[in-house]
């Protein structure tokens, strides 16, 4: 099946008892048996309920791994991740992170002595290096595209890199989704979303995803799922999957917008740059061409002006909503800075860029003149 059909089908018959076309919403918390330990595949719904099941499989298929785990949050799954590398281990990891992956992965530096080395992973050189360090580091962890700053890394290379020292690669997906990229077969070992974004779609859902490559490992991660217990609920599980159906038409409907909003914007003398990769002047629009189908619905922007600018630019959108979060139907406009990566020290955001004029822009599905229009006519209250 093509991408657009298995959003619709992978996993997802009639239900066989009793026709229904939709996925049913299992809530019921226990399961009977037949006898102890003899059951018909569920037991209790923290280590699998038969929505979460076919969520999971759907997941699996669209990002063509083998084992697929849905969980109640993206840092959820994180988490669960987190939890598979041993105390005193090292990873290496993007400069360019989500606020809330760069604190969680703090949080095990203090907690468990899991040590993080933060490289740039548009260098290539630099990467090999902190790589080829000691001691060998157990996961190479990043995003592409980047959250805030847009960046598209190299994903093939960057796997043979992690492999040549027998980590694994783990690729947030959350930005580009499986509509437009998908990292295992470029030799990623395990994918993270956060459902709660693209994948539900509909700001109305909170939930995150891990898919695996390997079998062995997502057994492991599967049972670290049922130990932690970060789960999303049945009725959870099929907003999630309600949402993928449409991911494929959203997801051309999002990148025209953003688009349209980047061409915009970038015509602007009150603009420093458009960071979006769909744009010829983006420093990796080349590598995206050739490893994405398309560009996505993000992108940022570095006002001039600074805070007072910033301000009078959020204050004077009428379409687009000052909001955390990303990927849903509506536009959404964060400041990174003071919202999303506020837990990032100062010193340590504005070396990566991640400036006080930096604002991150999520176009929705609205029409892409109304968008362009909005950001247009806020530019001019700088």
């Excluded at 980047?146 to 947030?172: E, K, M, Q, W, Y």
């Excluded at 015509?267 to 740059?273: C, P």
């Excluded at 892409?368 to 530019?379: C, K, R, W």
Aim: proline letters at 6%; one cysteine or more.
């Amino acid at each position: 099946m093509r991408f657009d059909t298995k959003l619709i089908h992978a996993a997802q018959p009639p239900d066989p008892l009793t026709g229904a076309v939709n996925v049913p919403i299992y809530l019921s918390s226990t399961f009977a048996q037949d006898a102890p330990n003899r059951n018909k595949g569920y037991v209790y719904s923290r280590s699998a309920n038969p929505t979460r099941t076919v969520l999971e499989s759907a997941l699996a298929a669209l990002e063509e791994g083998s084992v697929g785990l849905a969980f109640s949050s993206g840092l959820g799954a994180m988490t669960t991740l987190l939890a598979a590398v041993p105390s005193g281990a090292r990873v290496v990891a993007d400069t360019d992170l989500y606020g809330g992956s760069w604190r969680l992965l703090e949080h095990h530096r203090r907690t468990y002595g899991v040590r993080t080395d933060y490289v740039d992973f548009t260098d290539l050189a630099a990467v090999r290096a902190a790589v080829g360090a000691s001691p060998a580091p157990t996961l190479v962890y990043g995003e592409s595209p980047t959250n805030p700053l847009l960046r598209v890394v190299d994903l093939a290379a960057l796997a043979g890199i992690a492999h040549s020292r027998r980590a694994a690669f783990v690729v947030d997906n959350t930005f580009a989704t499986p509509a437009l990229q998908r990292p295992l077969p470029l030799g990623a070992d395990v994918v993270l979303h956060s459902t709660t974004k693209y994948l539900g779609g509909h700001s109305d859902v909170i939930g995150g995803a891990l898919v695996v490559r390997a079998k062995a490992r997502g057994e492991r991660l599967r049972w670290l799922q049922n130990a932690l217990g970060a789960v999303p609920s049945p009725f959870d599980s099929f907003l999630v999957l309600r949402g993928l159906h449409t991911l494929g038409v959203r997801m051309r409907a999002h990148a025209e917008g953003a688009l349209a909003v980047a061409d915009a914007l970038a015509g602007s003398r009150k603009v420093v740059r458009v960071l979006y990769p769909g744009l010829d002047s983006h420093p990796q629009h080349a590598l995206a061409a050739r490893q994405m189908s398309g560009y996505g619905g993000m992108l940022s922007v570095d006002l001039r002006g600074g805070m007072p600018g910033v301000r009078r630019f959020l204050r004077s959108l009428r379409v687009f909503t000052l909001a955390e979060s990303l990927g849903g139907v509506e536009s959404l406009v964060d400041h990174p800075a003071s919202m999303t990566h506020a837990s990032v020290p100062r010193a340590e955001r504005e070396a990566h860029g991640v400036t006080d004029g930096l604002v991150r822009l999520s176009c929705g599905i609205e029409d892409p003149a109304d968008l362009a229009e909005d950001v247009t006519t806020a530019l001019r209250r700088i």
